[in-house]
């Protein structure tokens, strides 16, 4: 074997990690031949190219593609590995895809490069860029860090990167609230990136850059003293424990992000320290390494001391000797792997075929690149650590990560702790996994997972309103209007409650409506019924007083029937106003206005027989006059039942056709439900309430005639003032009661029947009571008769 490196210039920055890589290539290489099952009598051969910078790298690939024979093996190389940088595999691809070569990188990660139409032999063994970005992704939506900030370089690999994380963020409403670029020879860029860290206001910033770019930035950085953000890295740095540093603690304690998965290769470290200038004595590379390690030299100098070559690696510390787990090499590992598996596949020949293929047998002679091309896109194999390699239609290996938490001590160096994994080959909801038991240290000085929000998400009872002019994180809250609620964070709109409901005063649940109707516990629904009750006990006691003096003239004077039949009707009148109060049913509904207008019929057709009473007293104290014999006491009885018969017809018929029934009444309120009683047929109502002021109208007409005509009692007088209270009563109730609301309406209604009941009782049969009892000495037949004044003949 031959490692054929090509001279660099001293002003070339020397690369540990590609060194690593190179030696790991090696390692593989040897391990491969000494297996006696993988591509038996075939021995793999190697050319290790360097350079330094784009260009000199591509001139390289070319090189290597037209390569002279070395070492016994052809000049033809079957396969490139590399590059690290997605920019020059990029390039290096253009040229290999036109030659049919196949290319597998160990380390360009753009999901650019999965493009088979521009990079039809491009492969890799490290995961695209695209799942690092999804499970970004996802890690951001986990934490609920909806509002965040970058940082990226100039390259493909960030630029791209960048690129695809923002339209993926957008897609599960993660917002960006800047996107900078850095540079490591602007300082322009470098204030604004400052001046942005310290004035955003989100909390959560992605560094996708490059590995060298990180160390660039971080020197630069840690002087500004920026204090209060959790940093999120990308793969290409998020373990490099060397960038730890006392000063950086500030910033990258806490970082976390997802890197290549850990793994174990037996050998592999032993392998890499036991290096010495001696193994590759013609190699300039190993010899430039090995002074910059060991600060010495191989020349003489009077600067420094003289490399031995005997030098121990484990003594010093640097990117090519941290050992402690592969990540990256275990990509160069599968690579290698990966077109030996190839060419295994290749050179399998059955019964004159090959049996993966079914085509003619290749000899080791005739292996072409665009043979192996074909066959590695059929390799499906483990390698000897247990790592299982194969493609997808995009040339993408399976993606694997490891996320790490950096977790600095006190002296300024990091623990780099695994808390959980990403893994694309298993289910969805699967994929993103936390170790359990696991201390995560949170950047930004924080004890707890960091909030970064534009803006905090709405509570229940508001809604979700998306603000044109800023992101869509950036949303506004609005309190969900009367009568709606919202029970879910972010609600996008409040919803109407049933009709029977009404919010709560958080406007996040509806609860039943609060009922209203008139009740016995209330302070209105008391007093009424205490009037009431007051009414029937001063009906009863005027009841009694006559009953007791009904063989006295004032009694008698004044048609005692009626009057018993007009004071038990009074009695009913104030009784029938108890059943408007209480919770209506619907024998309520039908017994309140039905009683309410029988007993009122029956209590204005007695006034109105007491009416007619006097009018034809009188007429029956004219010579000849005879009248009273029509309007005797049978024809009183008839015509109080007639009017009251009347009523009950209209009645019947308005509870027949559509009587009263209870209703809940969502209008007139919006908070809560009134209950009362549906009127039915309102001309029913209006029927029995016009009918009682007809009545009422014709009594006060016929007791106004006959007002002045001679009567002991004033019998006529007192009817008329009475009539004309209710006349008054009943004619303010009817605009009241259309414009009262609720239970008012039923108070009103009440108020009416108490108050012409009232009027009824005061005007008509008090001032009899107060001569019974006060002034008996009126009570007598002299004093009635002397009151009549003689009539002419």
Known sequence: MHADNKPMK?????????????????????????????????????????????????????????GEPSNGCSGQIQALLGHSSSGVSEDINIILSSLSIPQVSYLSTCACLSDKRLYPTFFRTVPSDRFQIIGLVQLMKYFDWRWVGIIHSEGLYSEEGTNEFVKEAKKEGICVEYRLPYSKTSQIRLDTIVETLRESSSKVVLLFVSLSYTKS??????????????WVGSESWITQADL????????????????????????????????????????????????????????????????????????????????TYFRAENNVYKAV???????????????????????????????????????????????????????????????????????????????????????????????????????????????????????EPCPPGTRKAINKRKPVCC????????????????????????????PNEKKDQCFPKPTEYLSYKEIMGALLTGFGCVGIFLSLLTSIIFLTHKETPIVKANNSELSFLLLFSLKLCFLCSLTF????????????????????????????????????????????????????????RLSVLTFTLIQVVICILWLTINPPFPKMNMKYYKEKIILECALGSAVGFWAVLGYIGLLAFLCFILAFLARKLPDSFNEAKLITFSMLIFCAVWITFIPAYVSSPGKFTVAVEIFAILASSFGLLACIFFPKCYIIIFRPEQNSKKHLMGKIPPRNL
């Open 10 to 66: 001293r002003s070339c920055l020397w690369n540990d990690r590609e060194l690593k890589f190179a030696r790991t290539v090696i390692f593989t290489v040897e391990e491969i031949n000494r297996d006696a099952k993988l591509l038996p009598g075939v021995r793999l051969g190697y050319k290790l190219y360097n350079g330094c910078g784009s260009e000199n790298l591509i001139r390289a690939a070319v090189e290597a593609v037209n």
């Open 217 to 230: 930035f971080l020197s630069k950085i840690e002087s500004y003293n920026i204090t209060g953000k959790q």
């Open 244 to 323: 730890a540093s006392d000063e950086r603690k500030n910033i990258l304690q806490g970082a976390i992000g997802f890197a290549l998965p850990q793994a174990s290769i037996p050998g592999l470290r032993e392998f890499l320290l036991s290096l010495k200038p001696s193994d590759e004595p013609q190699s300039d590379v190993i010899k430039a390494f090995w002074e910059k390690f060991f600060d010495c030299s191989f020349s003489p100098s009077n600067t420094s001391t003289m490399c031995t070559g005997t030098e121990d690696l484990q003594t010093v510390s640097s990117d090519y000797t941290d050992v």
């Open 337 to 455: 792997y990966l077109v030996a598996y190839a060419l295994h596949a290749l050179l399998q020949c059955r019964n004159g075929s090959n049996p993966i293929t079914g085509k003619s047998c290749v000899t080791r002679n005739d292996v072409r690149p665009d043979l192996v091309l074909e066959y590695i896109k059929y390799v499906n194999f483990t390698t000897q650590n247990g790592a299982k390699v194969f493609f997808d239609e995009n040339g993408d290996s399976v993606a694997q990560y490891d996320l790490v938490n950096w977790q600095m001590k006190e002296d300024g160096s990091v623990k780099i702790v695994n808390i959980g994994q990403y893994d694309t080959s298993v289910p969805e909801g699967e994929k993103f996994k936390l170790k359990e038991n696991t201390e995560i240290v949170w950047g930004g000085n924080s004890i707890q997972v960091p909030r970064s929000v534009c803006r």
């Open 475 to 502: 949303f506004d809250c609005f309190e969900c209007p009367e009568g709606t609620i919202s029970n879910q964070t972010n609600s996008p709109e409040c919803f109407v409650c049933p009709p029977e409901f009404w």
């Open 581 to 636: 109060i209480g919770r209506p049913s619907e024998w309520s509904c039908m017994l309140r206005h039905t009683a309410f207008g029988i007993t009122f019929v029956l209590c204005i057709s007695c006034v109105l027989g007491k009416t007619i009473v006097v009018l034809m007293a009188f007429r029956a104290t004219l010579p000849g006059s005879n009248v009273m014999k029509w309007f005797g006491p049978a024809q009183q």
